[in-house]
């Protein structure tokens, strides 16, 4: 188990080593647009390049590589081009905005589509299986944007009920965060409902599910006490990895509704070629994304016994 | 009339400059525009009450927001870095910092300039040497008192190449050393040449005046917001929000706005944000907003629409010191593809007036209609024979990708070249990247903000070597022919000059130029008082909510 982890954390150190020799690569290979976002663009060529040579712009690409790593390892981010602030002052606060909103959507989404899934695979191939079954594949069809623009028209400006935005401007508000996690609910639950469905489904086909019926063991005490605890393995696992897509995949909804988040952060910070913020976005990124993978392949190995002991 | 019309400006305000008392009787006898002959007058140093007086009608005296409120007023628009008004390139910097720091001269939603810091201005005849004459008894808000130090201070910033400000170029005519002070509270400015916007100039967004040492505290208004308005700034945060706090009768000499607090919030890049904010009671006005949005906001009956007509374009603009525009019949022929009305439908709704390819707009005095542009697909193909592409050619123009008319008027412009075998080819791209090559590109769509006189952006854009001189243009006789217009004060004269300025730009076919914007703001039902200015400038003086 130990040499499990230690493998997978080198995969992880590795993989953000990579992925930031291609975003420095990418981002910083040509200096000159780093001295016009600072100095603006009316200054003149002579001051840009002063610039540029006392921030060690001219030194070798190789060098300034290390350079950055070396800060990035003992916690100095650098500073935003944009907001003129450290860049870390930017990032947690952003990124803490994005967490609240994944944690809301998770609460409600988890239950609600485990509850449905289950549901629908112990009555695979009767109507309400169906019922929900169409349900979950129509809204999973439909993309964050057509979705929000849809409960925008009708809860904003139809009825009146919501408030249009979630900037948070007058501070953190339940009202105004309900759109955005009603949006990413909608979306997303479809999918985790089927992959519940078919493991549930699955599970209930298994020949000790049919001993525990033939004992003589209540419906109820057999569904619970044998055929979830297996059937949710899987949507366990999946569900974990919904947290990498809900971190950097939320940039629509969170530009629609003018939310405070981190997808928003990365996609301003592109546009407007925010380059150090961009790097330590896409690092953070990084983490999300193979420590979800690598808790997600961990927590597949201690549930499952058949793998824990393989 | 009887009375001699100069002693009665003389008795209405300060000695007059020699030529306003004939400019006064060709406005009575209808040869000059009333308006044209109010704009010119106080850009002369007339106060604007002389100068309606002169013009026969009765000032306007000020708007009081009738029976509004004051309150809190929210605006929906994007809160940018505020460190240096001088080196200020969107409109929006401003506007945040417009209640803090405040202009020497106030351009106003009729486009005509009036006293602001400034009391009253004289030029010499030669429109070479500008005095100016201003206000007593302001404080700044730290408490020194305003004076000709501070605004020498920001002239002589201005043309320093060190501080990198665009009104360095707005400002050509001017050196450090030709900034006087002549006494506490009277600056003159010796020009090398005759200039005659001066006071519209000092209303241009980067030309807010800033404490006179300011680059010596730090160089950032929005951590030491030191300035002479009539609000301070309470918090500010880059991209989430500004909150600015009315200061106390007593503390500002102006007269007492009725609103007690401004709040900038930023709602991000997506348009329908802010419209959603208003909708919903978030906020109370937004930036503007594109006409694409014009029919959802006009079946909301709980939104306010704003309009105003502007100098607001973009231009197709081609490089034309090096290949392949180097080439005039190529331009030429670009140019002929285009059918001008048809492209303000197309692109804009028809919400504007039709372009015509030489950056001057009919709502500008000094305007000289010239023969109509004409969509002319045989005279292309002959010029594309002659420029040396006689099976057509390929050509690419870049573009950023909001405001979303500009991408749309491009799409159009590309559509109706096609059929002359030119094959016009779009490069969309982000705003802020488009800031990166705007100057540089062979061929791109630029926007251009209103300016009240037509002169300016002539001055601004086309002149040889000027900042903003995004295609490389250079041509003595249009230099000429624009020198002696803004040495030039009567309308009737100075039009001549402008249209010859004209028909050298349209020759040359420096810029295909598809239309002149209005444009349109959104607030709610509970604004009073708010018009919306030609540059959205945000004066809400006389705002209030009911």
């Known amino acids: 188990m130990c040499l499990f982890l230690l493998k997978r954390l080198g995969m992880l150190a590795l993989t953000m080593l990579v992925v930031s020799v291609v975003v420095f690569l990418l981002l910083e290979l040509t200096p000159g647009t780093v001295a016009t976002k600072v100095l603006g663009q009316y200054a003149t060529v002579e001051q840009q390049r002063i610039w540029l040579e006392t921030h060690g712009y001219f030194d070798p690409a190789a060098e300034r590589y290390l350079r950055w790593l070396a800060k990035l390892l003992t916690g100095d981010l650098g500073e935003s081009l944009r907001y003129k602030t450290p860049v870390g002052d930017v990032l947690w606060p952003r990124l803490l905005n994005t967490v609240i909103l994944g944690a809301a959507v998770l609460a409600i989404m988890v239950p609600l589509s485990l509850a449905l899934g289950v549901v629908a695979g112990m009555r695979e191939g009767r109507p309400s299986d169906r019922v929900i079954s169409i349900v979950s594949v129509v809204t999973t069809s439909v993309p964050e944007f057509a979705s929000a623009a849809f409960l925008s028209a009708l809860f904003v400006f139809a009825l009146g009920w919501l408030p249009g935005t979630s900037a948070m401007s007058g501070g953190f508000n339940w009202r105004e965060l309900v759109l955005p996690v009603a949006v990413l609910v909608l979306y997303d639950f479809g999918y985790v409902v089927r992959m519940t469905r078919a493991s549930m489904a699955d599970v209930m086909t298994q020949p000790y599910i049919r001993t525990a019926l033939l004992k003589g063991l209540p419906f109820r005490v057999v569904v619970l006490r044998h055929a979830l605890r297996n059937a949710l393995i899987a949507p366990f696992t999946v569900i974990l990895l919904q947290v990498n897509w809900l971190l950097s995949g939320v940039i629509v909804v969170e530009s629609f509704f003018a939310y405070k988040g981190f997808g928003a952060l990365l996609l301003e910070a592109s546009l407007f070629g925010d380059i150090f913020l961009i790097e330590a976005c896409a690092m953070v990124a990084v983490v999300v994304a193979v420590g979800t993978q690598t808790l997600a392949d961990i927590a597949y190995a201690y549930l499952s016994p058949r793998i824990r002991f393989a | 009339m009887k009375r001699n019309p100069g002693k009665a400006a003389m008795a209405a305000g300060a000695g007059i400059h020699p030529a306003i008392p004939d400019l006064a009787a060709l406005a009575r006898r209808g040869e000059t525009d009333r308006r044209a002959f109010l704009r010119t007058a106080t850009l002369l140093g007339l106060s604007a009450s002389a100068a309606y007086t002169l013009a026969g009608l009765a000032p306007t005296g000020s708007r009081a927001a009738s029976g509004a409120a004051g309150g809190t007023l929210r605006i929906s628009m994007k809160v940018q870095e505020m460190t240096d008004p001088a080196r200020f390139d969107w409109t929006e910097k401003s506007n945040v910092a417009r209640h803090i720091v405040e202009f020497l001269t106030i351009t106003g939603t009729d486009n005509v300039t009036r006293p602001y810091l400034a009391k009253a201005w004289s030029a010499s005849e030669d429109l070479r040497t500008w005095t100016f004459k201003?206000?007593?008894?302001?404080?700044?808000?730290?408490?020194?008192?305003?004076?000709?130090?501070?605004?020498?201070?920001?002239?002589?910033?201005?043309?320093?190449?060190?501080?990198?400000?665009?009104?360095?170029?707005?400002?050509?005519?001017?050196?450090?050393?030709?900034?006087?002070?002549?006494?506490?509270?009277?600056?003159?400015?010796?020009?090398?040449?005759?200039?005659?916007?001066?006071?519209?100039?000092?209303?241009?967004?980067?030309?807010?005046?800033?404490?006179?040492?300011?680059?010596?505290?730090?160089?950032?208004?929005?951590?030491?917001?030191?300035?002479?308005?009539?609000?301070?700034?309470?918090?500010?945060?880059?991209?989430?929000?500004?909150?600015?706090?009315?200061?106390?009768?007593?503390?500002?000499?102006?007269?007492?706005?009725?609103?007690?607090?401004?709040?900038?919030?930023?709602?991000?890049?997506?348009?329908?944000?802010?419209?959603?904010?208003?909708?919903?009671?978030?906020?109370?006005?937004?930036?503007?907003?594109?006409?694409?949005?014009?029919?959802?906001?006009?079946?909301?009956?709980?939104?306010?629409?704003?309009?105003?007509?502007?100098?607001?374009?973009?231009?197709?603009?081609?490089?034309?010191?090096?290949?392949?525009?180097?080439?005039?019949?190529?331009?030429?022929?670009?140019?002929?593809?285009?059918?001008?009305?048809?492209?303000?439908?197309?692109?804009?709704?028809?919400?504007?007036?039709?372009?015509?390819?030489?950056?001057?707009?009919?709502?500008?005095?000094?305007?000289?209609?010239?023969?109509?542009?004409?969509?002319?697909?045989?005279?292309?193909?002959?010029?594309?024979?002659?420029?040396?592409?006689?099976?057509?050619?390929?050509?690419?123009?870049?573009?950023?990708?909001?405001?979303?008319?500009?991408?749309?008027?491009?799409?159009?412009?590309?559509?109706?070249?096609?059929?002359?075998?030119?094959?016009?080819?779009?490069?969309?791209?982000?705003?802020?990247?488009?800031?990166?090559?705007?100057?540089?590109?062979?061929?791109?769509?630029?926007?251009?903000?209103?300016?009240?006189?037509?002169?300016?952006v002539l001055n601004l854009a086309y002149r040889s070597g000027a900042a903003w001189n995004e295609s490389g243009y250079a041509n003595r006789d249009f230099d000429l022919a624009l020198n002696r217009a803004n040495a030039t004060l009567d309308i009737q004269e100075r039009r001549r000059y402008v249209a010859a300025c004209e028909r050298i730009l349209q020759r040359d076919a420096v810029i295909v130029q598809p239309l002149w914007r209005s444009i349109f703001a959104v607030g709610s039902k509970r604004l009073r008082g708010y018009r919306l200015h030609p540059t959205n400038y945000h004066q809400l003086g006389g705002v209030g909510l009911g």
């Open chain 2, 134 to 456: 201003l206000r007593r008894r302001i404080r700044w808000s730290n408490g020194d008192s305003f004076d000709a130090e501070d605004v020498a201070y920001n002239f002589r910033r201005w043309v320093d190449p060190k501080t990198g400000s665009s009104n360095k170029s707005l400002f050509s005519g001017l050196s450090a050393g030709g900034v006087e002070v002549v006494d506490r509270d009277t600056v003159r400015l010796h020009l090398n040449k005759p200039e005659l916007a001066i006071p519209e100039n000092l209303y241009n967004y980067p030309a807010a005046i800033v404490h006179r040492r300011f680059a010596e505290e730090g160089g950032d208004l929005s951590k030491n917001p030191v300035g002479t308005g009539p609000y301070r700034l309470d918090s500010f945060s880059i991209g989430q929000k500004a909150v600015l706090v009315r200061r106390e009768k007593s503390a500002y000499w102006g007269p007492k706005p009725a609103l007690e607090r401004i709040i900038y919030i930023d709602h991000g890049d997506d348009p329908m944000a802010g419209i959603a904010a208003i909708a919903s009671g978030q906020a109370d006005l937004n930036y503007e907003i594109s006409p694409d949005q014009l029919e959802l906001v006009q079946s909301m009956p709980q939104l306010q629409l704003f309009e105003a007509a502007t100098a607001q374009t973009a231009v197709a603009r081609m490089r034309v010191d090096r290949p392949p525009f180097d080439n005039a019949k190529l331009r030429q022929a670009v140019q002929a593809c285009i059918d001008h009305d048809r492209l303000l439908e197309l692109g804009y709704r028809g919400k504007g007036v039709a372009g015509e390819d030489h950056h001057v707009a009919p709502i500008h005095p000094e305007y000289a209609a010239l023969p109509k542009q004409r969509q002319d697909y045989a005279l292309v193909r002959k010029l594309l024979a002659d420029a040396g592409h006689p099976n057509g050619v390929k050509l690419s123009i870049d573009c950023r990708s909001a405001p979303s008319w500009e991408p749309t008027t491009v799409q159009a412009m590309s559509a109706m070249c096609r059929p002359a075998g030119i094959d016009l080819k779009i490069n969309t791209m982000p705003s802020e990247q488009y800031g990166d090559i705007w100057n540089k590109t062979p061929f791109g769509f630029t926007g251009w903000t209103h300016r009240p006189l037509g002169v300016m």
